[in-house]
């Protein structure tokens, strides 16, 4: 699901992955590249955001499973 806020809506993604700085650079630029989307140079900017939003986005899930992973093997140490 998060994912695809990050392709519609990167700062969101970011804001809801726990990154609000970036979600502000973010914002910042999509809105800019929303202003740009006259000229055309706007999709390429919405590009990168959104594949940033989705780096970021697998980064988090990445962490979580690694928490998990190491969480459980400290439980199966100690039993």
Known sequence: M???IALII???????????FQ???S????????VLAIFGAGFIMWLILA?????????RNTRRM??????DD??????
């Open 2 to 4: 998060l994912y695809l």
């Open 51 to 59: 594949v940033w939003a989705i780096m970021v986005v697998r980064d």
């Open 10 to 20: 990167p700062p969101l993604a970011l804001l809801l992955a726990g990154k609000p």
């Open 66 to 71: 690694m928490e998990d992973i190491r969480s």
């Open 74 to 79: 400290i439980k199966d140490r100690f039993q």
């Open 23 to 25: 979600a502000i650079l």
């Open 27 to 34: 914002a910042i630029i999509w809105i800019l590249a929303w």
